[in-house]
């Protein structure tokens, strides 16, 4: 009987402790991270993370991107927490991207290429606040 508790124990714990990789704290920087954006109008994620402030832009830098002006990114959240406006042709630098997501809630950040692009590869580093 012991070694169910024990058991039980170790399986909360394991999935508490992987909740917490997964949605790190919004004052964060993530990790860098290598995107592969698909071409003709396709979209990708960012990792996820919680928000710290309501309603506050989201960070984002750009580090590398392989097709200038052909990138467009907008915050996401989960349901009723909506999405924030595209900003438009994103290049390296960095920006401010409005996210309306409350605090406590997860939120990523989403990629979009133009009708016309190519695959497109960047490396962006970013903290949703």
Not at 14 to 27: D, E, K, W, Y
Not at 29 to 44: A, C, D, I, Q, R
Not at 56 to 74: F, G, H, M, P
């Amino acid at each position: 009987m012991n070694w169910k508790k024990n058991l039980t124990a170790l399986t909360v714990a394991g999935i508490a402790l992987s909740g917490s990789i997964v949605a790190n704290a919004g004052t964060s920087w993530s990790k860098t991270e290598y995107l592969s954006v698909p071409g003709h109008n396709g979209s990708t994620t960012s990792s996820t993370q919680n928000k710290s402030k309501s309603n506050a832009s989201s960070d984002l830098k750009v580090t590398s991107v392989s097709k200038k002006n052909s990138i467009d990114v907008r915050a996401i959240g989960g349901a009723g927490q909506g999405t924030g406006a595209w900003v438009r042709n994103v290049n390296t630098g960095s920006y401010a991207i409005p996210n309306p997501v409350k605090a406590g809630h997860a939120t990523q950040l989403q990629y979009s290429s133009d009708l016309t692009s190519p695959n497109i590869s960047m490396g962006t580093k970013w903290k949703s606040n």
